[in-house]
């Protein structure tokens, strides 16, 4: 997917809120956006989203399944959490006895399964963010657009998220993402965006890290976020069972399995070269 | 997943109870309309006439049941286009669905005209073809893309008067014929110019409406 010459502003004599962006989204690459408040880049997220469309310029093969998360999910919807995730699923290209058990799976992914039978209108905003989140992994979308999505969340869903997000991106999914901790999913985002006045600047891509990883370790008991903060892990990937593969590079694999197993509680279930 | 969007926004617009005032409106207007109109072409012509502001009503008030957070994450999900057209989909079923209400009761209610007339099936006919251009120009006027509620309320209204009102309005004369209809010696062709125009109307203004962005 490729942003050509895109612009934006709300209303003929509206200010431009994004002007003249090319950039690309390929595949399997997981894209962070930073940028001051007001610098365009919730709008941008938005023209990627398809949410809103480019008032000057285009855009070029765009991914047909997109998922978006907004940076407020007010939820003033007469649904409960369930009954929502499973009237949405169908927009995400899902049958709906697969939108029924994948609805019931995030939400139990997400600890949300106590109040998923509650109104919307009715749970607090933390719990609410995350029907919004599992909203957009209920499909399997090839472009997740997330807009301050961790806001709000607890920790263990904050968590679920990282891993989900990096599930998506060693799927072949484009992930852009923008949150205002800087620590979030540090390191492993491939591509950086600086968004000021609207414009976009590409980061350099950090060429010290090498792209090819070479071994495989399965580790069980730790949280996908903070393998993925060691140095030298390359591809984090977590499973429905609760363990995490990670892609590590030749050399600081000793370095990683190191760190993994001084943790209390962490197993190392297998090392593959 | 054009059967997920309308099941979506249908069962949204069912649970936030926006069509309560407009069928109430309807009911109300129906039963004051049996004071004067007894017969089926006065009554049916009332009803295509007060169907207008009823399923304007109707249509903007499903159209505004879904929060922008919610309508952005639907648009990435399907399409902003796609979405936008199935809730006014939604809109113009229910008002359809009022609209078939509506005149059960009157041809229910009312009896054939007295005096010489043309055949009771042809005043009948011709009224449901008033009732059905009434849903379609109320259902364009509510589609009306405007932000804010006071000039929805307020384009809500003028758009109703004007189509009553004006004679070159489809509805205004749907309307005139199916009141002219019961006299003896009147045309008994159907107004299917109208029911035409009323189309035309509805496309419009809902392909105007699918392409303005709300949030």
Not at chain 1, 11 to 36: F, H, I, K, T
Not at chain 1, 70 to 89: I, K, S, V
Not at chain 1, 141 to 169: F, K, N, S, Y
Request: glycine share 12%; net charge positive; aromatic share 4%.
């Amino acid at each position: 997917m490729r942003l050509d010459g895109v612009g934006k502003r709300y209303g003929p004599r509206g200010p431009w809120v994004v002007r003249e962006v090319g950039v690309e989204v390929a595949r399997g690459v997981l894209v962070r956006a930073s940028g001051g408040n007001g610098s365009g880049k919730s709008t941008l997220l938005r023209l990627l989203a398809g949410v809103t469309r480019p008032t000057r310029g285009r855009i070029v093969d765009g991914y047909a399944r997109r998922a978006y998360v907004p940076e407020r999910f007010a939820a003033e919807l007469p649904f409960t959490a369930r009954e929502y995730l499973r009237r949405l699923g169908p927009l995400h290209g899902l049958r709906a006895d697969a939108s029924v058990s994948r609805a019931d799976e995030l939400l139990e992914r997400f600890g949300a399964a106590g109040y998923a039978d509650q109104p919307l209108r009715e749970l607090s905003k933390g719990s609410c963010q995350k029907v919004a989140v599992a909203q957009a992994l209920l499909g399997e979308p090839e472009l997740l657009v997330l807009d301050e999505a961790w806001t709000g969340l607890d920790r263990a869903a904050r968590e679920t998220l990282d891993a989900a997000v990096l599930e998506r991106v060693a799927d072949g999914a484009a992930v852009v993402f923008v949150d205002h901790d800087p620590a979030r999913l540090a390191g492993l985002a491939e591509v950086g965006w600086s968004v000021a006045e609207g414009r976009v600047r590409v980061d350099e891509p950090d060429g010290s890290r090498p792209r090819r990883a070479a071994i495989t370790i399965t580790v069980h008991g730790l949280a996908a976020s903070w393998l993925g903060g060691l140095t030298g892990v390359l591809e984090v990937v977590a499973r429905g069972d609760g363990s995490v593969r990670l892609g590590v590079a030749a050399e600081a694999s000793d370095d990683v399995l190191r760190a993994v197993l001084s943790r209390p509680g962490a197993h190392v279930q297998e090392v593959r070269a | 997943m054009t059967r997920g969007l309308l099941r979506y926004h249908s069962s949204l617009a069912l649970r936030s109870h926006g069509w309560l005032p407009p069928l109430t409106l309807l009911a109300f207007l129906l039963l004051a309309g049996r004071v004067s109109a007894q017969q089926y072409g006065d009554a049916l012509g009332w009803c295509a006439a007060v169907l207008v502001p009823v399923c304007g009503w109707l249509t903007r008030a499903v159209v505004s049941a879904e929060p922008d957070a919610a309508a952005a994450v639907v648009a990435a999900a399907a399409g902003a286009r796609a979405a936008r057209a199935s809730a006014l989909a939604v809109g113009l079923g229910g008002g359809l669905l009022l609209g078939a209400v509506g005149a059960a009761f009157e041809v229910a209610a009312s009896s054939p005209p007295s005096g010489p007339h043309a055949s009771t099936g042809a005043v009948v006919a011709d009224g449901l073809v008033a009732v059905l251009v009434g849903v379609l120009a109320g259902t364009a006027a509510g589609a009306l893309p405007v932000r804010g509620r006071a000039a929805g309320v307020l384009t809500l209204t003028a758009g109703s008067l004007a189509l009553l009102v004006a004679s070159v309005s489809p509805v205004n004369a749907a309307v005139r014929q199916t009141f002219t209809s019961q006299r003896s010696g009147a045309s008994t062709s159907l107004p299917w110019l109208a029911l035409l125009e009323a189309c035309v109307l509805l496309t419009a203004c809902a392909a105007a409406a699918v392409r303005v962005e709300r949030y």
